[in-house]
């Protein structure tokens, strides 16, 4: 059971334009969401995250928003530039829990 | 670098086989995930150690096993090695076994069964 998703599995965007990212989770316990970020041939890093309690957080060009009420966040990253291209992954957990939920990734091609 | 490694990067194997793979969480670290992502998947969390001791389990097959040493270094072992087992294998440590907190994950290990 999937539990978070990322329905657009690729997104194209040019460089210097704002590349929004989407996210939708299904458990309400959720309370804890972050993106990461995976190049080729590397492990997924930590980009940014927010808690429950914030619908914004911000973090130099990137935003995630979140919105409870629809149990969907989004990434934008702006401005968009070549080093972003990558895939990015929404993640999820709950304070009670011990794991993190993972989407299936959106790859973000960034042209020049 | 993350500070977590993983061995091997790549294996290759048949069918029926036994294979293990290994983590060194980042120092300090006291927590260790294993994740599989098979083709266009995303992470599917398989287990969690913390300090030694089993805390969460995932969609982990009973032919897969898992163990964490004193030392914190990880353990994934996958037996009877099935074409669908082809994925690559991540591990991620944390401080804490909360899942609130930023896990740190290694290359992971490509596993190919063949």
């Known amino acids: 059971d999937q539990q978070v998703k990322q329905n657009s599995p690729s997104l194209s965007v040019q460089e210097g334009r704002i590349s929004i990212l989407n996210c939708d989770y299904t458990?309400?316990?959720?309370?804890?969401f972050l993106w990461y970020k995976k190049y080729p041939a590397e492990g997924p890093t930590f980009l940014i995250s927010i808690s429950s309690i914030k619908d914004k957080n911000e973090d130099g060009r990137f935003t995630v928003f979140l919105n409870k009420s629809a149990k969907h966040l989004s990434l934008h990253i702006v401005p968009s530039q070549p080093g972003d291209s990558a895939v990015y992954f929404c993640?999820?957990?709950?304070?009670?829990?011990?794991?993190?939920?993972f989407g299936a990734g959106t790859t973000v091609t960034v042209r020049a | 670098d993350s500070g977590v490694t993983q061995t091997p990067k790549h294996l290759i194997t048949a069918t029926g086989q036994r294979v293990t793979l290994r983590c060194s969480p980042r120092s300090g670290d006291l927590s260790v995930y294993w994740y599989q992502q098979s083709l266009d998947q995303g992470l599917q969390f398989l287990i969690q150690?913390?300090?030694?001791?089993?805390?969460a389990k995932g969609n982990i097959l009973e032919r897969f096993s898992a163990q964490q040493f004193p030392d914190l270094h990880s353990e994934l072992n996958l037996s009877s090695l099935e074409l669908g087992d082809s994925a690559l294998y991540f591990c991620?440590?944390?401080?804490?076994?909360?899942?609130?907190?930023?896990?740190?994950f290694g290359e992971g290990s490509r596993l190919t069964v063949l």
């Open positions: 150690y913390y300090n030694g001791e089993e805390r």
């Open positions: 991620a440590s944390s401080v804490g076994f909360r899942g609130t907190g930023e896990l740190f």
């Open positions: 458990n309400s316990m959720f309370d804890y």
């Open positions: 993640a999820a957990s709950a304070s009670n829990d011990y794991k993190l939920s």
